[in-house]
């Protein structure tokens, strides 16, 4: 619909900076008057969660977080699956930006916008954008490593679930 490659693109009144849903990208109504620069690098982010499907990962770290809540390790989980899943998105828009600042900017720039519904993770949050912003203009992480740490950390929540399936099925008759 929005002219960006085969990815699923839809303008919506319930945001006001780009968002992944499923495998959808869900971008401001005024996404299309954007500079083409800030287009392509927030779609270049929201690519990226969608090939690291970020969604389905965040679905599954809250799933254990809601039946683990009694340990901090769940919630801790959470915030820190979503924050490496910035982190490569992040690293994704940047290696297609002119300068590394022109991003820093664009993330800026979103923040002043108004909020968006609580349903939704947007692609930025006041609490989140100082530390990512000083990422940012560093000098690159290497992505490797953090998408490493994101198998490893997934893994970790997954296994007590598959543990707790496997003694209820040997329970049974």
Known sequence: PLGM?????????????????????LVPLDFESWPAASQRLAIAHERAHIEGKDFYVQWLAHFHRNLFWFNPFAWWLVRRLSLLS??????????DADERTTYARLLLSLVQR??????VVPMIRDSSVGPRIERILREPQPTARIHRSKSLLLACALLPIISAVAAVQTMGP
């Open 114 to 119: 108004t909020t968006v519904s609580s349903q």
């Open 86 to 95: 910035e982190h490569i998105s992040d690293d994704a828009a940047t290696r």
């Open 5 to 25: 490659g085969n990815l699923d693109i839809r303008a919506s009144t319930l945001v006001s900076s780009p968002v992944t849903v499923f495998s959808t990208v």
